[in-house]
């Protein structure tokens, strides 16, 4: 399970987790740089009103439990994906080329003991996922390595936008063209307080409105479902399970379980 360092919302880390811990799943956490992560206050607030939706998105019951395993041990000492993966160089290097082949030599070795050691990949969304797993080079290759292996993926939220921007560096295309998604819609967004853990900063709105990413990224064969109006929303085009955001989190979880034990490949559209 992938965590930002900026903030991670606690019921899309608590709803699948607690689907994996009652299957008796061994999890594993990893952040960007080995920081230990942590939940967004407002996601551990249940009188807290998401402002698109206008009412509280977090029950007292949740909130009690994603304050019980933020202030838990369990997230302490996660993976780092730094230390996991090797950084590509840029082309502006003295000696591109050495290092190119260099890097690519590293890579493919780190990636398959990644995904050998695991059999699903999850990349929990909130605000902080903006700041540092959207556009991160490392978890794109860690994505693209769980892919390849035909590896069940769930990503919830904005993390669903990691997804739209794993590509290979050859084609360039999206590993979501041609695939059904759900995510953020338009309707969902922020007009303002888009915050983020560690930095005193209001974005206001997302930088990007998400449905429009996921919408060209899936191309004319996939498709983006929003389903606004309909209180959940989790699609299943295997390898992937997208979750629209904060309720959806126990569904994909539950989900991705299908995925793993029982073959589900296709859900919700």
């Not at 996939?222 to 295997?238: A, C, P, R």
Request: hydrophobic share 40%.
């Amino acid at each position: 399970m992938v965590l930002s360092e900026y903030g991670y919302w606690g019921e899309e880390l608590v709803g699948p987790l607690e689907a994996f811990d009652a299957r008796g799943y061994q999890v594993t956490f990893v952040t960007p740089t080995g920081k230990r992560a942590h939940a967004l206050p407002p996601s551990m607030d249940a009188d807290y009103i998401d402002p698109p939706l206008g009412r509280t998105v977090t029950t007292p019951e949740m909130a009690r439990a994603v304050r019980a395993l933020d202030e838990s041990d369990r997230l302490d000492n996660p993976l780092s994906l730094a230390d996991l993966i090797p950084e590509r160089p840029y082309n502006s290097s003295i000696n591109h080329l050495r290092e190119l082949e260099a890097y690519h030599r590293t890579l493919q070795p780190a990636v398959d003991d990644l995904v050998a050691a695991y059999d699903a990949l999850v990349l929990v969304g909130g605000s902080g996922p903006l700041v540092d797993m959207v556009n991160n080079e490392r978890l794109h290759e860690v994505v693209l390595g769980f892919h390849a292996a035909d590896k069940p993926i769930l990503a919830e939220c904005y993390g669903v936008t990691v997804l739209a921007f794993a590509r290979d560096w050859e084609s360039r295309q999206s590993i979501i063209y041609g695939k059904h998604v759900t995510g953020h819609p338009k309707e969902y967004d922020y007009k303002d307080g888009t915050g983020f853990l560690g930095v005193d900063f209001n974005m206001g709105p997302p930088p990007f409105p998400l449905e429009y990413i996921l919408r060209d990224a899936t191309g004319a064969f996939g498709g983006f479902h929003g389903n606004v109006g309909k209180e959940l929303s989790v699609i299943v085009d295997y390898p992937f399970v997208t979750a629209r955001s904060t309720p959806d989190s126990a569904l994909s979880g539950e989900l991705l379980v299908q995925t793993l034990e029982n073959g589900l490949r296709r859900y919700g559209w």
